[in-house]
């Protein structure tokens, strides 16, 4: 199993910016994926996780500003970020939970990108 982000990069203060995570290797649908950033210095956290129905969750510091989806037929996970604050720069992973508990439990999710990183410049 892989998993593949892209999409990070530099943005300003009020940018936007769309990660994609591709996931190959599963032979079925993951029941639950999500997004999980960590910066320099702090522990990992929870972003946004959406289960196996499409339904969303997300942590409240970025509610109203990101949005997480799938499309099952390209294996692919996005999350788009929207009025970006220099508090979201971070290393964003996507990863995989198999179970599902579809929690912001970190050790249970099966499956981790390497990540992409993101600056948010003031």
């Known amino acids: 199993v892989q998993l593949v982000e892209s999409g990070g990069g530099s943005a300003q203060t009020g940018g936007s910016l769309t990660l994609s995570c591709v996931v190959s290797g599963l032979t079925y649908s993951t029941p639950c994926m999500g997004w999980f950033r960590q910066a320099p210095g702090k522990e990992r956290e929870g972003v946004a996780l959406i289960d196996n129905d499409g339904s969303a969750t997300y942590a409240d510091s970025v509610k109203g500003r990101f949005t997480i989806s799938k499309d099952n037929n390209n294996n692919t996970l996005y999350l788009q970020m929207n009025n970006l604050k220099p508090e979201d720069s971070a290393m964003y992973y996507c990863?995989?939970?198999?179970?599902?508990?579809?929690?912001?439990?970190?050790?249970?999710?099966?499956?981790w990108g390497q990540g992409t990183q993101v600056t948010v410049s003031s």
């Open positions: 990863a995989v939970d198999l179970i599902p508990t579809c929690g912001w439990y970190t050790p249970a999710y099966n499956y």
